[in-house]
T-cell receptor
């Protein structure tokens, strides 16, 4: 039972264009969401988060959008750069669950120069 | 403080052997987590500690697995009688109790220990 789903295993984007990574969840108890980036042979690195009381959070080139009614969130990267090429994980948590996170299976983003 | 440190980085073991991994968290963090990641999947929660107390365990953590954090600092994860299905990346993460400390509600992960059972 996958509570957090990333249905696109891979995405290729041209440098300078927008990258949009999508994530769906099923558990209504999730009240915060995060995106992590992972390079090979390294652990995931925190990128950006959003609380369920918001529908948008922006940090530089990265923006996360949350649609609670659709149980959907997306990560926008504008403009995309070759250094953004990595696996991106969506994760969700519940404030009542000791910060245990449930991760999606990841999307491999490749930014082509 | 250079972040979360995990040792060894790689471990190859024969089926049936016992293995132990170590995690040194960020010193100010009082929460420590173990996750497991298999190929093509995201990390899956195994267990977490607040200081030295192990407060939550996943059903993924069979009785062959044991984790300790004896003094509330470093932690060890032991797998007894390893099986080929235990082959995975084992990730450790740490955080402040209230989720603050520069990463929002998130964690700081180590680089992981890759276990291969042959």
């Amino acid at each position: 039972d996958q509570q957090v789903k990333q249905n696109s295993p891979s995405l290729s984007v041209q440098e300078g264009r927008i990258s949009i990574l999508n994530c769906d969840y099923t558990n209504s108890m999730f009240d915060y969401f995060l995106w992590y980036k992972k390079y090979p042979a390294e652990g995931p690195t925190f990128l950006i988060s959003i609380s369920s009381i918001k529908d948008k959070n922006e940090d530089g080139r990265f923006t996360v959008f949350l649609n609670k009614s659709a149980k959907h969130l997306s990560l926008h990267i504008v403009p995309s750069q070759p250094g953004d090429s990595a696996v991106y994980f969506c994760a969700a948590g519940s404030s009542g669950s000791a910060r245990q996170l449930t991760f999606g299976s990841g999307t491999q983003l490749t930014v082509l120069p | 403080d250079t972040g979360v440190s995990q040792n060894p980085r790689h471990k190859i073991t024969k089926r049936g052997q016992n293995v132990t991994f170590r995690c040194d968290p960020i010193s100010e963090h009082n929460r420590l987590y173990w996750y497991r990641q298999t190929l093509g999947q995201g990390p899956e929660f195994l267990t977490y500690f607040q200081n030295e107390a192990q407060l939550e365990k996943s059903r993924l953590l069979s009785d062959r697995f044991s984790a300790e954090r004896p003094k509330g600092s470093f932690s060890t994860l032991e797998i007894q009688r390893t099986e080929q299905g235990d082959s995975a990346m084992y990730l450790c993460a740490s955080s402040f109790r209230d989720g603050s400390g520069g990463a929002g509600y998130g964690y700081t992960f180590g680089s992981g220990t890759r276990l291969t059972v042959v």
